[in-house]
């Protein structure tokens, strides 16, 4: 059964870092999964192929097919590498800014891809739905998990075109 998670886009700022505690409940669980990037990326795709589309390396491949490759193993290395970049340093006040510029690096890079707020929620529903199958999921652990999307989402889509 897909599991469907309606998205709200966030409206109130959620400001970085997060509290200690809440970061180290994303970090504990981010690290049960990081080293899965290329199966991540395929939930991702698998869930949403009109997000593979948009990837000028895999657009109307046959996901099965390529799921292995070297590049689509490099390309998901990339992806969720930045992504730990990020879940690294959440949780610490004097990384604020530093996670700002990353985040916003990201929006433009990402703008200029056509990657729209509708394709990173898709992106964040794909990659909740595989971390909380994979590890205790539980209420604490799914706020903090929102919050830290929330903000992440919040600064990229300042950046980006819709
Ligand atoms: C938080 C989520 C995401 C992160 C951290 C992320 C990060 C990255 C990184 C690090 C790269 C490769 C390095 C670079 O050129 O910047 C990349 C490439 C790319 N991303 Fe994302 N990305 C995210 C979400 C998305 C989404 C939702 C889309 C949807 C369209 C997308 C589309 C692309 C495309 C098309 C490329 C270029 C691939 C290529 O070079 O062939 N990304 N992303
Ligand atoms: C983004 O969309 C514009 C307008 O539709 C198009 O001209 C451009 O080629 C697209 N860029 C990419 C990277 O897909
Ligand atoms: C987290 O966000 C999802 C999607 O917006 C929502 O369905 C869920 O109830 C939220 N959970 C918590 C604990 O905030």
Do not use: C
């Amino acid at each position: 059964m897909k599991f469907l998670i309606v998205l709200a886009v966030a409206t109130a700022t959620v400001a970085f870092p997060l509290a200690s505690e809440e970061a180290i409940e994303v970090q504990t669980a981010w690290n049960a999964v990081k080293d899965n990037q290329a199966d991540m990326l395929y939930a991702v795709f698998k869930d949403y192929p009109e997000i593979q589309d948009k990837f000028p390396a895999f657009a109307s491949q046959d996901l099965e097919a390529i799921k292995n490759s070297e590049a689509f193993t490099s390309h998901a290395k990339r992806i969720f590498g930045q992504l730990s970049s990020i879940f690294d340093q959440i949780g610490v006040d004097s990384n604020e800014e530093e996670i700002k510029a990353s985040l916003e690096r990201i929006g433009e890079t990402h703008r200029n891809r056509n990657a729209t707020k509708e394709d990173f929620g898709k992106f964040r529903n794909a990659l909740t739905k595989y971390v909380a199958s994979r590890v205790t999921w539980n209420e604490n652990l799914a706020a903090a998990w929102n919050k830290t999307f929330d903000g992440i989402f919040e600064i990229i889509f300042s950046k980006l075109a819709e």
